[in-house]
């Protein structure tokens, strides 16, 4: 059987980074580069037509930048629904912020680098360009995605603020929001029981 090669480029960290996906004879490559910022260990998630996602490894130096590299079979990434790839994100999994283990974050939650890249709608993806210290987790199909939030500072996301809730874990606030599969928000009423539900962060 005769494979057609396969090649396409998703945008990282506000275009300052990517991840190239390649298929050869049934076998997925993955290439992934990330300017080195310092903040700490960062990995790459691909997602895919069918609603999964797959956490392709880690981003490790070379040189000036961070790379990822990883091969994966098509039957793979078809099995966990993750083909056609239809999108990429690089997630910060452990800073450097303290030592012995980076910053604590709720219990189930991850820090999220490249927002705009969860996101849907192109105006939503411009206002996250400028939004730092994001976390996310998933839910059912889709995921949930938190922003710090300070009452009277300036909130980036203004036009999701009426479909969010607002939480605190460890001395801060965030704002969710649920995403689809797609990247674009559920409102409320679409939620089971038509009431958003509380973020409840813990630590174990």
Known sequence: MRWKRVEMQFALAGGRGFLRV???????????????DGQGIYKGRIQGAGGGSYLAGTFLPEGKKLCLRRVVSRETLNELGVWPVTGAEAVLAF???KPGGGEP???????LSDLPA????PLLRRAAEGVAGALIRPVGEGVEIAVPFTAGGRFHLTPLFCLMWVWEWGGARYASVRLDKRGWPITPKDRPG???????????
């Open 95 to 97: 800073s450097r912020g």
């Open 22 to 36: 390649q298929e050869e004879g049934g076998k997925i490559h993955l290439y992934g580069e990330l300017p080195e």
């Open 194 to 204: 038509r009431e958003p539900e509380r973020s409840k962060g813990r630590t174990d």
């Open 118 to 121: 969860r996101l849907g709608d």
């Open 105 to 111: 974050v709720p219990t189930g939650w991850t820090r």
